[in-house]
């Protein structure tokens, strides 16, 4: 099973989307499988030139490429930087800036027909998250058609977090490829658990991925 592109969405934020991104792009890489990974929109994002930059989101995915850090690769990363840390929309009104949904898209696509092999595009925030003045993430993915992998944290309600997002995104059709749990620091119950619990709902695959570890063959093989 082949997609030229995937969009990996979040039940949440701050819960793993990059760890997992990147995790998965190694993953693939080292199978020989030919693979880019781009974040278009990107918060709290510092200067490249500051010490800082190395531990973005951007920073980490271009690692996990194997690309080193220029503003070329960041350009072709993350397009839309902003560098205070909430959602796209408030981080760009404090810029000065806009952000229109239909040239975020065009990017995309634009992206995904040049890209040989699979893209993955991950979103920000989590999946009903603002990422312009009228749009959410999920607005983003449905315009985008593409399948999406969810991401999950193992913290207390992520249960419950994780199978709504799964209903929201099968209400909107849009395909559901799995489901990875992202181990959560100081959980009370641990990742293998919690994925267990919603393994028995959701209605797609589940994964689990715990902090320091390779991304699972299982998964990989779903790309």
Do not use: N
């Amino acid at each position: 099973m082949t997609a030229r592109g995937l969009f990996i969405a979040g039940a949440g934020t701050e819960i793993g989307k990059t760890y997992v991104t990147a995790a998965l792009t190694r993953s693939l890489r080292a199978q020989g499988r030919a693979v880019r990974t781009v974040k278009p929109l990107a918060s709290g994002v510092p200067p490249l030139s500051d010490p800082g930059f190395i531990e973005s989101d951007t920073a980490r995915l271009l690692d996990a490429q194997g690309l080193a850090l220029d503003e070329e690769a960041v350009e072709a990363c993350s397009p839309w930087r902003f560098s205070a840390p909430l959602s796209p929309d408030q981080a760009a009104v404090l810029e000065g800036r806009s952000l229109d949904l239909a040239d975020l898209v065009g990017w995309c696509r634009d992206e995904i027909a040049r890209t040989e092999g699979t893209l993955l595009i991950e979103g920000v925030g989590g999946l009903m998250s603002p990422v312009t003045g009228a749009a959410t993430g999920l607005d983003w993915l449905r315009a985008l058609g593409l399948p999406a992998l969810l991401v999950s944290g193992s913290y207390l309600g992520a249960i419950s977090h994780t199978l709504t997002a799964c209903e929201t995104l099968r209400f909107h059709g849009v395909a559901l490829r799995a489901v990875v749990v992202s181990e959560s620091p100081d959980a009370p119950a641990p990742a293998a658990t919690v994925a267990a619990a919603i393994a028995r709902h959701a209605g797609a695959p589940v994964a689990c991925l715990r902090r320091g570890e390779a991304c699972p063959d299982d998964l990989a093989a779903l790309i």
